[in-house]
């Protein structure tokens, strides 16, 4: 798994441009929220919103959207609120982390009225900002 250096390294490689701060807090963020979950294969979590950040910067998205890759999990698997991440991040970034974050919430007969709810959700989110489907096609 590449450290945090090597990963804002190659994040910076793809776009010398970005605001590396707001990228390094994402990733910062990202990584603490996540620590001690694995994924499946029994690695570390943040390699996933690792590598969704890095397809988005690949894809030229802007830092905000990279941040949102990082940070898309977050309200949906940790105790870190939307409210919270928009007071860190600001609206802008809390509107794409929304956009892809599922309704865990409701409460449906069916696993496919769940699915349709957060569906419409995202479609809403993405008539707001176009960048909610890039995040969620790089997911």
């Known amino acids: 798994m590449e450290t945090r250096q090597e ?3 190659s994040i910076k490689e793809i776009n010398p441009n970005y605001d590396m701060d707001l ?3 994402a990733f910062d963020v990202a990584s603490k929220m996540h620590a001690g979950q694995l994924r499946k294969s029994g690695e570390p979590y943040i390699i996933h919103p690792m590598a969704v950040a890095k397809i ?3 894809l030229g998205m802007d830092e905000a959207t990279v941040a949102a890759g990082l940070l898309h999990d977050v309200v949906e698997d940790t105790d870190y609120s939307k409210e919270q991440l928009a007071e860190d991040f600001g609206e802008e ?5 929304d956009g892809v974050t599922k ?3 409701i409460v449906a007969d069916s696993k496919e009225i769940r699915q349709a709810e957060s569906m ?4 809403l989110a993405m008539s707001k ?3 909610v ?3 969620k096609l790089g997911i």
Do not use: N, Q, W, Y
Request: cysteine-free; overall charge positive; aromatic content about 8%.
């Open 133 to 135: 489907l890039i995040i």
């Open 56 to 58: 988005l910067a690949e």
């Open 103 to 105: 309704l865990s919430s």
């Open 120 to 123: 419409r959700k995202m479609f």
């Open 23 to 25: 990228i390094a807090k």
């Open 7 to 9: 990963f804002l390294d």
């Open 93 to 97: 970034i809390a509107l794409l982390v």
């Open 129 to 131: 900002d176009i960048r």
